[in-house]
């Protein structure tokens, strides 16, 4: 096993090389809690809105998902889909209604509708969510079906938080957020959304952050998988594929034994329904929105589900709908591939700083001999063994900023002579240029988690993963072997890890088609150039499908995550249309400062920091 990561319970830090080229990461998920829901006479602006959309109850709703992994200031993990949630749950292509069945006539009989009712009808009890943090922060558990198609059914559990305007008078309704996933944590959401955000969004909003079902406070799933196990990027390997394909079984018969009466139903179409009944608590008309990662997709899904009701949605960071998700994780290996040649250009034209070669082509080949003596030989840094695989998986995500994987390649050089490596420079890396940036009050709030299930993140992922779309894997081995490899030829830095065998092979059939996204509801999205989670030809596929949308690129952006940067660009633009409801005239493009790009890398340093991009326990989420 590794070492523990910062802010372990054991204390010890791990080197920051080994957080790159370690195949293994640990999660630290932190979040806040509340209690107690009060249940009241009906709630205004839930009604018209159960009333409206009884029109769509006999259509066919789809919901899909992808990954994605958003930090500010901090790692995030992000990936979430929408799902459908209102008077009726809906069952067609375009567009759901709330809260009933998926399938056509369940949703819209008078009996699922006057239990959704009773379920808009709860006051939440706000209470201060820690004392730590400022009695503004609040936090509130309301019910959820846990199954939409039977609202009279079992019920669970939703987290959720709230920072209520400071100037009511200018108020024009809710704001949520989603930092990405799946799997990850957003009750802290409003605290960071606080600091970030221009007064001019602040005053006309308030921020509202929940947990995803499943997820964190709100009725977390368990799967009982240990941190080996947890581990899901393996690399392909004649000898070893049956020990994978074992592993792969393994995680989904735990799941179905611990949590199999829940997992079907942790899903993003799920997710977008609850969002649309806190809406309804909430007396919203419609909500605005920022997501993160997968959040972009758990935002498409809701905007497909309830287009009506989605106002100002910012979605950074693009998954592809089509893609979701097995496709998405293969986009990490297709997305390497070019961010890795613009690394050997970059290194090349610095050879005098780095020594790593004077052309592209001797750049590559010192980077493949080191994974080469690597595969023969481990190299030991700070005690621990680093294969050939550890960095082809660590250069995956560091190929994106040139100057870190520079500096990782010269320091793991340096211990394969047996000449030790600089951890300190190292970790200064992914540091904001100047100096590291103030922790902020949402950061560090673990203690706030002590009763989420230690693989709760893991559990979540799967259950989103595979449970949105089961038709996109495959139920043979041989289908992953073959793929595997085969990318690894096409895509060799990752090409076996991303189409390997995975749990949702032996996952169970969704219990609702895929949501298919394609509408014109107004949205803004936002993608950096050389974004390792999301590839730019992911966001831009999403904008494609969101016909209604508008794109802000950034050109030479690196990182996960743009919005905010610093960039006066890109973060007036986003901005503007928080403020006014306005999107840009066409597709705006920006170009990245060395500032922007300095706190990109300041936001995926991996610390334990909420909603950590995933850890060591598994590693490399969107």
Not at 54 to 82: F, M, W, Y
Not at 557 to 573: K, L, M
Request: charged share 25%; glycine share 8%.
């Amino acid at each position: 096993m590794p070492p523990e990561p910062p802010g372990a319970p054991g204390g010890e830090r791990t080197p920051q090389w080994r957080e790159w080229f370690s195949n293994s990461r640990t999660i630290h998920v932190f979040c806040c809690h509340s209690r107690d829901v009060e249940e009241l006479g009906p709630r205004e602006g839930y009604a018209d809105a159960h009333t409206s959309d009884k029109i769509l109850l006999s259509e066919h709703v789809t919901g899909r998902i992808d990954i994605v992994r958003r930090r500010r200031l901090a790692p995030l993990v992000t990936v979430t889909a929408l799902a459908t949630l209102a008077p009726a749950l809906a069952a067609s292509t375009a567009t759901a209604a709330p809260a009933a069945a998926p399938s056509a006539g369940t949703a819209s009989s008078p009996a699922a509708t006057s239990a959704l009712d009773r379920y808009a009808q709860q006051k939440p009890t706000w209470k201060r969510c820690d004392a730590d943090t400022s009695a503004a922060y609040q936090c509130a558990t309301v019910k959820v079906p846990l199954d939409y198609r039977k609202p009279g059914g079992k019920r669970i559990d939703l987290a959720i938080s709230r920072i209520k305007t400071a100037d009511p008078g200018k108020r024009r309704g809710i704001l949520l957020s989603n930092p990405g996933g799946p799997g990850g944590d957003g009750l802290w959401m409003p605290l960071m959304m606080k600091e970030e955000l221009p007064e001019s969004v602040l005053k006309s909003h308030d921020l509202v952050g929940f947990d995803p079902r499943g997820v964190g406070r709100s009725s977390p799933v368990s799967c009982d998988l240990t941190p080996k196990q947890e581990n899901w990027l393996r690399p392909y390997k004649a000898e070893t594929y049956a020990k994978d394909v074992a592993w792969a079984r393994t995680v989904a018969d735990k799941c179905r034994k611990k949590a199999g009466d829940r997992l079907p139903h942790i899903t993003t179409r799920n997710t977008a329904r609850d969002m649309d009944l806190v809406r309804a608590i909430l007396g919203q008309k419609k909500i605005s929105y920022v997501g993160y990662s997968y959040g972009t997709y758990l935002g498409a899904v809701y905007a497909q589900l309830f287009p009506k009701r989605a106002d100002r949605f910012v979605l950074d960071s693009a998954v592809d709908p089509q893609r979701a998700w097995r496709g998405m994780i293969q986009w990490w290996a297709e997305g390497a591939e070019p961010a890795f040649d613009r690394w050997t250009e970059w290194a090349a034209a610095r050879s005098k700083t780095y020594g790593l070669g004077n052309t592209p082509k001797k750049v590559d080949r010192t980077f493949w001999e080191l994974v080469a003596r690597a595969d023969k030989d481990p190299i030991e840094v700070d005690g621990q063994p680093t294969d050939g695989d550890d960095i082809r998986q660590g250069m995956r995500a560091l190929s994106f900023t040139p100057q870190a994987a520079s500096e990782a390649v010269v320091e793991l050089r340096k211990a394969a002579k047996g000449k030790p490596a600089s951890a300190k420079k190292l970790a200064r890396i992914t540091e904001a240029e100047g100096g590291g940036t103030p922790a902020p009050e949402w950061a560090g709030k673990a203690a706030l988690a002590a009763e989420t299930p230690a693989d709760n993140m893991t559990a979540s992922f799967w259950a989103v993963l595979c449970g949105d779309n089961s038709a996109a894997w495959s139920r043979n081995p041989e289908t992953y072997r073959r793929d595997a490899i085969e990318d690894k030829g096409r895509y060799p830095l990752f090409g076996d890890f991303a189409s390997s065998i995975k749990p949702c092979a032996f996952w169970g059939k969704s219990a609702e088609p895929v949501t298919v996204v394609k509408n014109r509801v107004g949205s803004l999205v936002v993608q950096n150039e050389w974004d390792s989670q999301t590839p730019l030809p992911s966001g831009q596929a999403l904008h494609r499908q969101l016909k209604g949308s508008k794109m802000v690129t950034v050109l030479g952006g690196e990182g996960h995550g743009v919005y905010p940067s610093g960039n006066a660009c890109t973060d007036g633009a986003v901005n503007r249309y928080l403020a006014t409801g306005k999107l840009p005239a066409k597709d705006v493009t920006c170009k990245a400062t060395t500032a922007s790009n300095a706190q990109a890398r300041q936001n995926e340093k991996p610390d334990a920091l909420p909603g950590s991009p995933v850890p060591e326990r598994a590693p490399n989420r969107f």
